[in-house]
Nanobody
Framework: VQLQASGGGLVQAGGSLRLSCAASGSIFSINTMGWYRQALGMQRELVAAITSGGRTNYADSVVGRFTISRVYANKTVYLQMNSLKPEDTAVYYC????????????????WGQGTQVTVSS
């Protein structure tokens, strides 16, 4: 399973960015797709996640500003980020939790390579 994230960049505070993550390879089923971020010197943290049933979960710090959505038919998840703040600056990682084959019952986590988001004040 490979995850390709894109859409990061440099933006001024108050601006917007849209991240995309496309999964490819052997994917039998998807439980959850989500976005995590890791700021310099900090631990990686959950930003937003969405289940196969459409249930969403957001970090408190992004509620009302970020929106996660997905198109499972093409194994893609998006993160619309509005009203960006300097504290949103981080490397954003896409994660997929699912099964790669029908015979393997274990749900595994797969990570993308990360995309840098920098918000200037």
């Amino acid at each position: 399973v490979q995850l390709q994230a894109s859409g990061g960049g440099l933006v001024q505070a108050g601006g917007s960015l849209r991240l995309s993550c496309a999964a490819s390879g052997s994917i039998f089923s998807i439980n959850t797709m989500g976005w995590y971020r890791q700021a310099l010197g900090m631990q990686r943290e959950l930003v937003a996640a969405i289940t196969s049933g459409g249930r969403t979960n957001y970090a408190d710090s992004v509620v009302g500003r970020f929106t996660i959505s997905r198109v499972y038919a093409n194994k893609t998840v998006y993160l619309q980020m509005n009203s960006l703040k300097p504290e949103d600056t981080a490397v954003y990682y896409c994660k997929l939790e699912g099964r790669s084959t029908g015979w393997d019952p274990i749900v595994r986590g797969y990570w993308g390579q990360g995309t840098q988001v920098t918000v200037s004040s």
